[in-house]
């Protein structure tokens, strides 16, 4: 079973700094692109970032390009998000997505939310 | 970019729920999804590549399209089937998700 587990979120000021965490598992982590989708309260669902399975690539929304940095540890099954100087919009839940299907089931943790306030 | 109609489509459980998704470029190779989501919960995938039912997605749900037009049809709504429902298509870099339509009970 594909579990996908999300942490890190939390209340953080503007301008601050978090660290999102995904533990992957029930798949083969290291030949996958992956992604970040975030969902502000109330609003739909954005791509946020992806890398690619070796980390070759990295590609960003242009709303957090040049502040978020997106990495995986392919041994530890892990993808990461690192999120510099945050804004109120920046606050929504936080999901790590795996690739769109594997073995017929959707790969999406549960999300974690990042809530940017003074 | 991807826009989906209507924004909210209000009926009666037993009717049909047609749903429109279209993309602004030809979606590589039919890579189009469909998800539900119940507030408070992750995204369930439904649908991917325009037409595949996702393992124990009942067979009301049926997806169509290609191209630039696709299309998600619930027949006989259930009371769990009112929700929100997103596309996705991920055949071309970025991913790109609609903005959502909620089907509610009328």
């Known amino acids: 079973e594909v579990q996908l587990v999300e942490s890190g979120g939390g209340l953080v000021k503007p301008g601050g700094s978090l660290r999102l965490s995904c533990a992957a598992s029930g798949f083969q982590f290291n030949t996958y692109t992956l992604n970040w989708v975030r969902q502000a309260p109330g609003k739909g669902l954005q791509w946020v970032s992806s890398?690619?399975?070796?980390?070759?690539?990295?590609y960003y929304a242009d709303s957090v390009k040049g502040r978020f940095i997106i990495s995986r540890d392919n041994a530890k099954k892990s993808l990461f998000l690192q999120m510099n100087n945050l804004r109120a919009e920046d606050t929504a839940v936080y999901y790590c997505v795996g690739p769109v299907v594997v073995a017929g089931s959707g790969t999406w943790g549960q999300g974690t939310l990042v809530t940017v306030s003074s | 970019v991807l826009t989906q109609s209507p924004g909210t489509l209000s009926l009666s459980p037993g009717e049909r729920a047609t749903l429109s998704c279209r993309a602004s470029?030809?979606?590589?190779?039919?890579?189009l999804a469909w998800y539900q989501q119940i507030p408070g919960q992750a995204p369930r995938l439904l649908i991917f590549d325009t037409s595949t039912r996702a393992t124990g997605i009942p067979d009301r749900f049926s997806g169509s399209g290609s191209g630039t037009g696709f299309t998600l049809t619930i027949n006989s709504l259930e009371p769990e089937d009112f929700a929100v429902y997103y596309c996705?298509?991920?055949?071309?870099?970025?991913?790109?998700f609609g903005q959502g339509t909620k089907v509610e009970i009328k």
């Open positions: 996705l298509q991920y055949g071309n870099s970025p991913w790109a």
């Open positions: 890398i690619t399975s070796s980390s070759s690539y990295t």
């Open positions: 470029q030809n979606v590589g190779s039919s890579y």
